[in-house]
């Protein structure tokens, strides 16, 4: 069963999951549920936290996960 996925950020960057590049930031990625760890592709290494660890389940397209990364 399909999950989605969000990840936010104020730039466009490529977003890892699991170390692989699975998208961009900012729009809605469509996933197998599942464990990911989630981080963005550098440099520049300008982003907090470094990466996040979620458990994607229980979403829907008009619902994704959302997963926050900051500037610093």
């Excluded at 760890?37 to 990466?51: A, G, W």
């Amino acid at each position: 069963m399909s999950e989605y996925l969000v990840v936010l950020f104020p730039r466009r960057r490529r977003v890892l999951l699991n170390g692989e590049p699975k998208g961009y930031t900012n729009e809605r990625l469509e996933l197998e549920g599942g464990t990911y760890t989630v981080s963005l592709l550098q440099p520049p290494l300008d982003f907090t936290p470094m990466e996040q660890v979620i458990d994607l389940r229980n979403t829907a397209p008009m619902s994704p996960m959302e997963v926050i990364f900051e500037e610093v």
